[in-house]
């Protein structure tokens, strides 16, 4: 049971779109539409930004959009903005109710 | 509103076992069809799930720790509880509780979070 890749770093001028992207196998995001993207700030608890590959919780910005071909999964936030500026981290269902995940991109706003 | 928090020791000795404790307040751990998970943050890195458990008792375990790991559940006390045994320095992490509560028909996803326990492994 890998962890997911995702880039490291990202950065962003307000206003602007980024992607980040989480690649697994086909054991884990290629196999199952159970993929869902948290969002870290600082000392706090992770929050849950979109579920089953695509949804968002209610409350979560529509900002945040997300998808999934083959075994990448990917988590786009447009008009970036200041509050924004945190860890991201991707995760996948992989079999058995266990779950994967990413190990995090920091996303900076400039 | 739900509300989840970790407790139990923040320092731990080499070879020894760690146990934490998470409290449910403003529900039920009986109520509902709900995981009761343990996740892990080691500083400055990403995060692990580790397990989670069922009210009924039902547990599943990451692979990786699953020969190390216990999840149980105390439903008098609305608790459920993590002891990892024979820990190292690895195990230096913050250890976060939540409840995957976020359900659709085939999914549940992870909803409310405890603030996270920082536990040291260090003699």
């Known amino acids: 049971q890998s962890a997911l890749t995702q880039p490291a770093s990202l950065s962003g001028s307000p206003g602007q779109s980024i992607t980040i992207s989480c690649t697994g196998t086909?054991?884990?995001?290629?196999?199952?539409?159970?993929v869902s993207w948290y969002q870290q700030h600082p000392g706090k608890a992770p929050k849950l930004m979109i579920y089953?590959?695509?949804k968002r919780p209610s409350g979560v910005s529509n900002r945040f959009s997300a998808s999934k071909s083959g075994n990448t999964a990917s988590l786009t936030i447009s008009g970036l903005q200041a509050e924004d500026e945190a860890d991201y981290y991707c995760s996948s269902y992989t079999s058995s109710y266990t779950w994967v995940f990413g190990g995090g991109t920091k996303l900076t706003v400039l | 509103q739900v509300q989840l928090q970790e407790s139990g020791p923040g320092l731990v000795k080499p070879s020894q076992t760690l146990s934490l404790t998470c409290t449910v307040s403003?529900?039920?751990?009986?109520?509902?069809?709900?995981?009761w998970s343990w996740f892990r943050q080691p500083p400055g890195k990403g995060l692990e799930w580790i397990g989670y458990?069922?009210?009924?008792?039902?547990?599943y375990y990451n692979p990786s720790l699953k020969s190390r790991l216990t999840i149980s559940v105390d439903t008098s006390k609305n608790q459920f509880s993590l002891r990892l045994s024979s820990v190292t320095a690895a195990d230096t992490a913050v250890y976060y509780c939540?409840?995957?509560?976020?359900?659709?028909?085939?999914?549940?996803?992870?909803?409310?979070w405890g603030q996270g326990t920082l536990v040291t492994v260090s003699s």
């Open positions: 086909n054991s884990d995001v290629g196999a199952y539409n159970y």
């Open positions: 939540a409840r995957f509560g976020y359900c659709t028909p085939t999914s549940c996803y992870p909803d409310y």
């Open positions: 089953d590959v695509t």
């Open positions: 458990i069922k009210y009924s008792g039902t547990t």
């Open positions: 403003g529900g039920s751990i009986s109520s509902g069809d709900y995981f």
